[in-house]
Structure formats: structure tokens, C-alpha cells
């Protein structure tokens, strides 16, 4: 993220040590080597963009003071900090790309680095419906620019806001500072309130949005204009205490508990993340004698300094590094952290040495014109994206690729479109449904379950057309239906969401009284964990009472009800694959259908007097050699997930076995 431009000497070490636990914080959170090194550490962004308003603000204030802010001079001084190293390295990631993956990944991702050269990557992620918590792999490597897409939409906003207000106020020059904080306080409200209600609204689209994320910079820069009006922060030292200092070192206590205990999970944007704002405020507010301050003295260690000085170029490489590395290596997850994080230190060091600091202080780059610095600037960046768009448009895929569908480059987004209303999110506990087939049909189906559900819906509702049924759906992420508790990897804890759904979506059976009641979830029980949130060594006993406790329970409010199996888990990303192999048949691989506990819920089900159709034999008749394409269909979309393309492709199959049960 972006640091100010100011000499090394001149910056305040106690910033630059909330500099480093931002960064760090940041890449904790992305490393993921099977689990969370630091549950809430996404929240250092929303430290960068706090010191990013004071920061900015703080440079505008002063320039205005000397009477020399114009917009082409803070713009100019944005494109020689921030392009040549966002462009290097979208440039080298489009070859990494290239180079260690395939050409349908560079293709697939090439619209992503162009919105991310065009600084609009949080529209285009929030567009594309991207979960910004859902992991690396055969995700995009471009996805951390949405932050610095929000940043750069606040710098061409809050230019003009500055230099607007100065200008009305010209013969009025004591009023500039008031009036502008006024201006700032009304917009920091208005985004802080309205944060709060998108939040309930559209979570994953309000991550994303820079009106919604504009408190937090505006939190900065309202710190700015109080410093440079004089104001100080009263040193009270009782009995010899200094209670700032102390104030400033809670605050780096408490950016580690927000960071590490999962049980402080905060939303942002919303007014609770300004349980992180507000402490980094402070810091702001508060400088400290460098000689004496702890943080001051601990910014200005020389590691800590370092990390601190490269941290834009940093935030840069990190993320690229990891997502290349998920893709085209299978190492244990801690020696990928840890190469992680080396090699991103030295492309930050190199970047920082050759590209960053020269073409930033380059004395003669300095002196350009500030037209021709946006110029160049601009040019470079819109010239990379023409190259970097024009490249993956025009590399030829072979043919057989090519006929694949859905296209290799939009395999993993090919889900139910039925999933924005009746697929729910982690936090939901209200039941939705989608409804299905012909007006007036008389005959009823209800499909619930977790992701593992929602995939089949294509086929469901192609079925509902053909035999004349009602479907209705109902679904929720990572929520199996079998009454069991489960741990959330994502919320770190007992997932009790999950609980509170499935115990509505029950009652929702009991009033609806299917003719067919199809239950479908993973069986992948490794969260499965008991009353007091601890995993079983051998879930087997608890998975077979659960199955046979909720049959229990909803049996008797459906004729008939059927236990849909569990599909085959592939080794890797089947785009990832596909995009490299000769022909489909080099991405077979052995499928086990007695594995994760696939045995234990046909065996329950059957105990129980359910129906069990076998979704495993049909996908892959043969264990030792399941097929990633059927025909020119590609079956999944993921790891363990089938593509809507295949499910709708399987209507005839759902009719052969629904129709006699109707």
C-alpha cells in the first residue's frame, strides 16, 4: 500500500511500525497452509487505509499551505509512487502465468490485471461475485488490488474536495481547515451509516465499494486537519505514568488479539471495524518523542524499518507469489509459506532498489513536468494492459480445448445461477428457497442441503421441466444437513449459524410435506466436532447418529425421501489441468467411493428406510480412472463441485429415477 513520499529520515517510525503489522497481518491472513495463520489479519487493509487518508491528507495540507496544491501536482506524485511497480508486476505475473500455468488461466485472469492496470479492480471483483475469503487456489492473482483500486478512487475524489474548499474559502483562509472538516466528518458519517446497512444487504459487494470504505480513509485525513490546526493530545502522567504512551502501546496489543483470537471476528466496512480505525487514529494523533516512544523506537529498527519502507511493493508480490505457487506446486503447506514469504522479500527488495526508489527520487524523473509524469505514467499502464488483453486474447488454445464446456475460462465460475437466492452465506440463519417448474404442478421435490446440493440444481430443475414437478430448494454454505455440529474454517469456531439454519430449514420441511425430499451434502467430516468444539478422532460413530437423527425428524413430513451421495474429490483444480494436459485423459484420476465417509451415510440412510441414489458410480464408473470430461462437458468446476453445464446436462438421469417415485 502506499507510503508517503517523504525521505526515510523525515517519517514518522511510530506509523511505520503500523505499517509493518499491517502488511504482515495481510499476508498472514493470504498464507493459508491448510489453516488461518491469522483469522482476522484482512483487517490490516483497513489499517493501510486510515494511515493512507492521514498520509495523503497531511502532503495536501501541506502543499496548500505553500500555495502550490494542483491537482496534475498530486497526481504526478501518485504515478511516480504507486505505477512503475504495479505495472512490473502485473506485467511479470501475466508471464508467470503464462510461463508456470497454462494459456486458458492467463485468459481467464487477464481481465482481471487489465482492471487492476485501470485501478478498478473492486468493481470488476464485486461484478464477478468474487468471495474475497475463499482461497487461492485457481483463484485470481490480481485480487489484492481491489484495495488499491479503493484507495486511487479516494484520491481522485478527495483532491477536489481539498482544493475546492480552498478555493471558495481564498479571502477566507482561517475558515479553509473548519470547513474542510466539516465537509470530511459529514462524508465519513454518510459512508460509516451506509456501510453499516449494505453490509446486512450485500456483504460480498460491500467489501468491495470505495463509498462504503471512504469513513476509514476520511477517519485519517480528519486527524490530518486536526494536527495541522495545532491540536495536541494532553501528556497525563499520574504518578509518573504516561497514559498516551501507554494508550499507543494497547494499540499494537490490541491489533494482535483482532488479528490472531478468531472469536474477534469483525465485518468491514461496517461501524464495528472502527474497532480498528480508531485505535490506528489515535497513534496518528499521538506522535511520540522518537528518543523515547516504544513505538517509535521499535519502528525504527533497522528489520522492522525495512519492512516497513518496502510494504507497498510488498502488499504487491505476495499475493501473485502464493496464488502461483497453490497452482503449480503440491508442497506441504508450511515449506509454501515460508518460500511464500522469502520470495516475496526479495522480489520486494529488487523491485524496491531498481524500479521503486529510482523512478520515485530519480532527481531528473522528479523535475519532469507534471503533465508529462501523468503522461508517461498513464501510457505505461494503459500500454501493459493493451499487451497483457491482447496477449491472452490472441493465444490459440488447441482445439480440443477450445470445444470444451463450459470454456476452460469460465469453468470455475459456472455454478447455479440459482445460488444468489437460495445458497445462503455463513452468517444467514433465515431459510430462502428457489422455486421451479411448471405453474399449478402438483407433485412437489425439495432439495436441500449445503454446496453439495445447490450443485445438482441444473439438473433438478431440467427434470422439474420434463415431468411436470415443483422444485424447491434450499441450501446454505458449508451447512450439511445432518444434524452434527461443525467447526467453520473461515469463522474459526463452532459454525452454530449452521445449527440454527438447519433447525429452521426442518420446520420448513414439516409445513411443506414434500411428495420427494432429496438431502445432499459433503461427506468430507473433518470439521465435524463435538459439544464442546473438539474434533473426533474418529467421526464415523457421531456422522451415523446424525444421519440417523435428522432422517428421524424429516421422514415422516415426506412420502419419500432420498439421500443423495456424495460425489469423487479430485487431487487439484481441474481448469489448472485441463489447460496443461495433451488431451482429457491425462487429468484421470483414482477416486475412492467406500472413502470419507461415504459408507457410513449409505449404510445409516439405508438403516433408516431411505432412499440412497448413488451420485459416485454415475461419475465415475470406473474408481481407478474418473474422467474430468464428459464428452466435451467438463464435469467440475472445482475440487469438489460439478459444473451447472454437466448437472443440467444430467436431466435425463434425475428423470429416470424422480419420475417412479412421483
Not at 13 to 24: G, H
Not at 203 to 215: D, G, L, S
Not at 313 to 333: A, E, I, K, N, S
Not at 423 to 430: E, P, Q
Request: charged share 15%; with cysteine.
Amino acid at each position: 500500500m502506499p507510503a508517503p513520499d517523504a525521505p526515510h529520515s523525515a517519517r514518522r517510525t511510530d506509523i511505520e511500525l503500523l505499517r509493518v503489522f499491517a502488511v504482515i497481518g495481510v499476508m498472514l491472513f493470504h498464507f493459508d497452509p491448510g489453516f488461518t495463520l491469522a483469522p482476522n489479519g484482512y483487517l490490516g487493509v483497513d489499517v493501510f487505509f486510515t494511515i493512507s487518508g492521514f498520509v495523503i491528507t497531511q502532503q495536501m495540507l501541506g502543499a496548500h499551505s505553500r500555495g502550490s496544491l494542483t491537482y496534475a501536482w498530486f497526481l504526478a506524485r501518485r504515478v511516480r509512487r504507486l505505477l512503475p511497480s504495479a505495472v512490473l508486476v502485473i506485467a511479470v505475473t501475466g508471464v508467470a502465468m503464462l510461463v508456470l500455468a497454462d494459456r486458458a488461466y492467463l485468459k481467464d485472469q487477464a481481465p482481471a490485471g487489465v482492471a487492476a492496470l485501470l485501478y478498478v479492480s473492486n468493481f470488476y471483483f464485486a461484478a464477478q461475485a468474487v468471495d474475497y475469503f475463499g482461497g487461492a487456489v485457481d483463484g485470481s492473482p490480481f485480487l489484492h488490488f481491489w484495495s488499491l483500486a479503493v484507495e486511487e478512487q479516494f484520491y481522485v475524489v478527495w483532491p477536489f474536495v481539498v482544493i475546492g474548499v480552498g478555493a471558495l474559502l481564498r479571502r477566507r483562509r482561517p475558515q479553509f481547515l473548519p470547513v474542510l472538516a466539516v465537509v470530511a466528518a459529514v462524508g465519513l458519517v454518510v459512508s460509516l451509516v451506509g456501510a453499516g446497512f449494505a453490509v446486512q444487504e450485500d456483504p460480498a459487494r460491500a467489501f468491495f465499494m470505495p463509498w462504503w470504505r471512504a469513513y476509514q480513509l476520511l477517519l485519517g485525513a480528519l486527524v490530518a486537519m486536526w494536527i495541522a490546526r495545532g491540536g495536541r493530545v494532553p501528556r497525563w502522567r499520574p504518578a509518573g505514568i504516561d497514559v498516551v504512551a501507554l494508550a499507543r502501546l494497547a494499540v499494537l496489543a490490541v491489533l494482535v488479539v483482532m488479528y490472531a483470537v478468531p472469536s474477534f471476528y469483525v465485518v468491514s466496512p461496517s461501524p464495528w471495524s472502527l474497532a480498528i480505525a480508531v485505535p490506528v487514529a489515535l497513534v496518528l494523533a499521538t506522535p511520540g518523542d522518537p528518543a523515547r516512544d516504544p513505538l517509535s523506537r521499535w519502528g525504527g529498527w533497522r528489520p522492522l524499518a525495512w519492512v516497513a519502507t518496502t510494504s507497498y511493493v510488498l502488499y504487491l508480490w505476495h499475493w501473485p507469489v502464493w496464488v502461483l505457487l497453490r497452482v503449480v506446486t503440491t508442497v506441504p503447506g508450511w515449506v509454501l509459506v515460508v518460500a511464500a514469504f522469502l520470495a516475496s522479500g526479495v522480489l520486494a527488495w529488487a523491485t524496491h532498489r531498481w524500479v521503486e526508489v529510482p523512478l520515485r527520487d530519480g532527481a531528473r524523473i522528479r523535475h519532469w513536468p507534471n503533465w508529462r509524469t501523468i503522461a508517461v505514467g498513464v501510457t505505461a499502464s494503459a500500454v501493459t494492459a493493451v499487451a497483457l488483453g491482447g496477449v491472452a486474447r490472441a493465444l490459440p488454445l488447441p482445439r480440443w480445448q477450445e470445444l470444451l464446456k463450459p470454456p476452460l475460462t469460465s469453468v470455475k465460475q459456472d455454478g447455479s445461477p440459482d445460488a444468489s437466492v437460495c445458497f445462503v452465506g455463513l452468517d444467514v440463519t433465515d431459510v430462502t428457497t428457489c422455486e421451479r417448474g411448471p405453474a399449478g404442478a402438483s407433485k412437489t421435490v425439495m432439495l436441500v442441503g449445503d454446496s453439495h446440493a445447490i450443485q445438482w440444481q441444473g439438473g433438478f430443475v431440467a427434470a422439474a421441466q420434463k415431468d411436470g414437478f415443483r422444485l424447491i430448494t434450499a441450501t446454505k454454505q458449508s451447512c450439511p444437513v445432518w444434524d452434527l455440529p461443525v467447526a467453520s474454517t473461515k469463522l474459526q469456531r463452532t459454525y452454530t449459524e449452521c445449527a440454527t439454519w438447519r433447525q429452521n430449514l426442518f420446520a420448513l420441511i414439516a409445513q411443506t410435506k414434500p411428495d420427494v425430499l432429496v438431502l445432499a451434502s459433503t461427506t468430507a467430516w473433518t470439521n465435524a466436532v463435538d459439544a464442546n468444539g473438539q474434533p473426533y478422532p474418529d467421526p464415523s460413530q457421531a456422522i451415523s447418529a446424525a444421519v440417523t437423527k435428522t432422517l428421524g425428524e424429516v421422514m415422516p413430513d415426506a412420502r419419500t425421501t432420498v439421500v443423495l451421495g456424495d460425489n469423487p474429490v479430485l487431487p487439484g483444480p481441474p481448469g489448472s489441468c485441463l489447460g496443461r494436459a495433451a488431451k482429457p485423459s491425462d487429468c484421470d484420476f483414482t477416486g475412492d467411493p467406500h472413502g470419507r465417509g461415504l459408507d457410513v451415510v449409505r449404510t445409516a440412510a439405508a438403516a433408516a428406510g431411505a432412499t440412497n441414489v448413488d451420485t459416485f458410480p454415475h461419475l465415475c464408473p470406473d474408481p481407478s480412472a474418473c474422467s474430468l470430461v464428459d464428452g466435451r462437458i467438463v464435469i467440475y468446476r472445482d475440487t469438489d463441485h460439478v459444473t451447472n453445464t454437466y448437472a443440467g446436462s444430467q436431466g435425463p438421469w434425475f428423470s429416470e429415477w424422480l419420475k417412479p417415485m412421483l
